[in-house]
């Protein structure tokens, strides 16, 4: 028998306050439903508090940091508004138009929320990825997915990809 991915990961995602906090709680995810729907309920449980944070990645010791990186359970795309090359609060009706466009299945990913200043887009895996090389490949294609949706169905409105923490395996969402 090989083992593929340790039972200890292949049901959990990470949980925590404060930007500045390193300490995650592992939260298990519903059983008996797909990968889909277990983060989405996860997702739904969790009281809204400010400066709350969530994750994919599991990381040994109950601590984000890289090198003590473990796995992850998908890859989520950070998208920016940046009309004229700034980071800003998205408009209510650009907002709507993206809600729409992400109900209308016209971006890629299993599921999608709106941000203050941007969207993103999380790609929920089948099973635990453990070997950060394939986790990283992977977080390249869906990226250039997601830009080419961007380019096809929002061109010249300034939504970006936020490139500084798509590869970063210490992040949080």
């Known amino acids: 028998m090989i083992v593929t991915h340790p039972a200890s990961l292949v049901k959990y995602l990470s949980f925590g306050a404060g930007l500045a906090n390193p300490t995650i709680q592992r939260m298990e995810l519903p059983f008996g439903t797909t990968p889909v729907y277990s ?8 009281p809204s508090v400010v400066e709350a944070w969530w994750s994919p990645h599991i990381w040994s010791g109950d601590t984000r940091a890289s090198k003590a990186w473990e796995g992850s ?19 209510n009706d650009i907002r709507a138009r993206v809600s729409g466009l992400a109900s209308a299945g016209q971006f890629p990913g299993n599921l999608f929320h709106t941000t203050p200043r941007g969207f993103r887009l999380i790609f929920v895996t089948d099973h635990t990825i453990l070997d950060r090389i394939v986790w990283k490949w992977a977080a390249t294609e869906v990226a ?15 939504f970006v ?8 395996i210490a992040r949080l969402v």
């Open 39 to 46: 983060v989405l309920q996860a997702l739904e449980a969790v």
């Open 73 to 91: 359970h998908g890859v989520v795309v950070d998208v920016d508004y940046c009309p004229a090359g700034n980071h800003t609060d998205m408009p």
């Open 161 to 168: 990809v936020d490139s500084s923490v798509q590869y970063d």
């Open 144 to 158: 250039t997915q997601v830009e080419r949706a961007i380019q096809f169905n929002l061109p010249g409105q300034g």
